[in-house]
């Protein structure tokens, strides 16, 4: 998989990229990132990427040419036709799915802008989409477009050293996770919970969906309102509610 990121800060997306499970993924060739500077595009003397916005007001608005130029550069290095995306909190909101889609791609180019944004007319002539990660407001799409990449990279065969784990995620994939717990048994008076003591791998599957499907619907009950309930987990939600059972720390 080709990545492209078009950012006037390459040295934080790429020293990002170094470490733990994405680190080994873009070392053993699962998957490269290329960076494309609009600064080495800039025109002028001063290698201005910014100017002050039509109309009034606060803050700075990418000016297009460089832009433009870095995104045709950094397309130019990818696969023909894939998306050229832009990170921006107008954008559709990122979800697993999404993250799924772009891990079945040959590459994609992640366009990460700083200021209040992009002159829209490099949007309209270069963009395909734009992708939000949260109703929040950065001072960049940096971290957002490293969100983007760590979400798919380990998702790409092999990334994961147990490979089960992105399986059995898409399997409870619209339900939170349960609660994990590891020795010693025993912690400042507190223990893990018996059932996960014991060998009965029926009770043990038993209980873990009947925390993922309560601790959704205490917590995030917008999920279940999506995708409604299963008869085995709406069974396990009653059961539980009655006993409540699941914090609601959240
Ligand atoms: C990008 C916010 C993606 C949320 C980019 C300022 C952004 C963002 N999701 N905010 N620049």
Do not use: K
């Amino acid at each position: 998989m080709q990545i492209g990121v078009v950012t006037l800060f390459p040295e934080l997306v790429c020293d990002a990229l170094a470490h733990g499970v994405l680190g080994r993924a873009l070392e053993r060739g699962l998957a490269a990132v290329q960076t494309e500077d609009p600064r080495a595009h800039a025109g002028d003397a001063h290698r201005t990427v910014d100017d002050r916005p039509y109309g009034g007001g606060p803050g700075m608005v990418g000016t297009p040419a460089p832009w433009a130029a870095a995104i045709d550069a950094a397309a130019s290095r990818l696969p023909a036709g894939v998306p050229r995306l832009h990170l921006s909190a107008q954008g559709a909101p990122l979800t697993q799915q999404r993250v799924q889609e772009l891990a079945g791609l040959p590459g994609f180019l992640l366009v990460a802008s700083r200021y209040e944004g992009l002159d829209q007319r490099v949007i309209d002539s270069r963009i395909d989409g734009e992708i939000s990660i949260g109703d929040y407001v950065l001072s960049g799409g940096e971290f957002a477009a490293l969100v983007v990449i760590d979400a798919v990279v380990r998702l790409l065969p092999g990334a994961l050293g147990d490979e089960r784990s992105s399986v059995e995620e898409s399997f409870a994939a619209g339900r939170l996770d349960w609660p994990h717990y590891t020795r010693p048994v025993e912690w400042e008076g507190r223990s893990v919970p018996t059932v996960l003591q014991g060998g009965n791998h029926a009770a043990i599957r038993h209980w873990r969906l009947a925390q993922s499907v309560t601790r959704t619907w205490v917590r995030r009950p917008d999920l279940i309102v999506q995708g409604g309930l299963s008869s085995e987990e709406s069974r396990l939600l009653n059961e539980f509610l009655a006993r409540r059972e699941v914090d609601d720390n959240g």
